[in-house]
């Protein structure tokens, strides 16, 4: 099913975000809800504090689209990080840890579903992703305390290789969480810290 591409600005993923309707919904349905605010709200921040693109969306890019053969629910990353052609898997997360980094987060997929989904990385009806399918996850951190969400604008941040996420029970998939430890090894407190990582990403990383 195919709708017509309507344009917004970014003024419109921020409304999003501060939505009173979707701010009161329960952790679940507020992840589903602004999943694709944050894409857009990462990416429009990092590009404008390190005032050049470094992050794409490749479905937005006609070249990239063929080179990558991209399609929905297909390559399992959100961004293409241009310096290094690095793919970036985006996702956030809702926590309640003493920190944002304290307690692990889960990074499994429900929705896809393919041939490679058979078996051991379709355990309990969940989705693994497959370590080859992106290079880092950049997980968006949003502390709850005292029953609030922290404001989108004091998100914390995690870039994690999807190397470091590999199964050793189950070789070439994901873990189906992130260990809070490679949160607290990987974190950038804020966009600005995590704009200077992705400016200074290594092609050999």
Known sequence: MKINNLTFTYEDVVSALEN????????LEYGKAVQTAVEE????????????????????????????????????FDRLHIPTRK??????????????????????NTRRHSEKNNNK???????????????????VLCHIQNGE????????YALVKSSELEDVNNKGYCLP?????????????N?????????????VE
């Open 20 to 27: 009173p309707f979707i701010r009161s919904l329960s952790p």
């Open 41 to 76: 709200f990462v990416t429009f921040n990092v590009n404008s504090i390190a005032q050049e693109n470094i992050l794409v969306d490749v479905s937005k890019d006609s070249e990239l689209l063929v080179e990558y053969n991209y399609s929905n629910n297909g390559p399992g």
């Open 87 to 108: 793919k970036i898997q985006i996702k956030l997360r809702q926590v309640d840890g003493l920190t944002p980094y304290t307690k692990q987060v889960h990074f499994e």
């Open 121 to 139: 990385s379709a355990e309990s009806g969940h989705i693994r992703y497959s370590v080859s399918e992106f290079d880092y996850v950049l997980v």
């Open 149 to 156: 969400r922290k404001h989108y604008k004091d998100w914390s």
């Open 177 to 189: 969480h992130v260990p809070s430890y490679l949160l607290s090894e990987n974190k950038y407190d």
């Open 191 to 203: 966009i600005y810290m995590l704009t200077n990582k992705l400016k200074n990403l290594e092609n």
